[in-house]
Nanobody
């Protein structure tokens, strides 16, 4: 199984970008995917989660600004980020877990597969 994130870059505050996570080696449409982020000196935290059925949830700091989606035909999960803030700067990771429940439930300790991350920098 391989998860490969892309799309991280330097963005000005207030800007937007879209992260992608391309998965291989698993039955994509049977997995729940989550986006996590880790800022320097801080723990990795969950950002958003999408179930195999497309149900979603979001962490409070990103509600209304981040949108998670998936394209099963392309084995890809996306994270649209709008209204970037300096505190959004982090390495963003994609992770996957088999979806037994159909619920967007992504506790970090339960995620079975992880990508290597993509860096998002927010600076003017």
């Amino acid at each position: 199984v391989q998860l490969v994130e892309s799309g991280g870059t330097l963005v000005q505050p207030g800007g937007s970008l879209r992260l992608s996570c391309e998965a291989s080696g698993l039955a994509f449409n049977k997995y729940t995917f989550g986006w996590f982020r880790q800022a320097p000196g801080k723990e990795r935290v969950g950002v958003s989660c999408i179930s195999s059925t497309g149900r979603t949830n979001y962490g409070d700091p990103v509600k209304g600004r981040f949108t998670i989606s998936r394209r099963n035909a392309a084995n890809t999960v996306f994270l649209q980020i709008d209204g970037l803030k300096p505190e959004d700067a982090a390495v963003y990771y994609c992770a996957a877990v088999f979806d037994y429940s159909g619920s967007p439930y992504c506790p970090p300790d339960n995620m079975g597969y992880w990508g290597k991350g993509t860096q998002v920098t927010v600076s003017s």
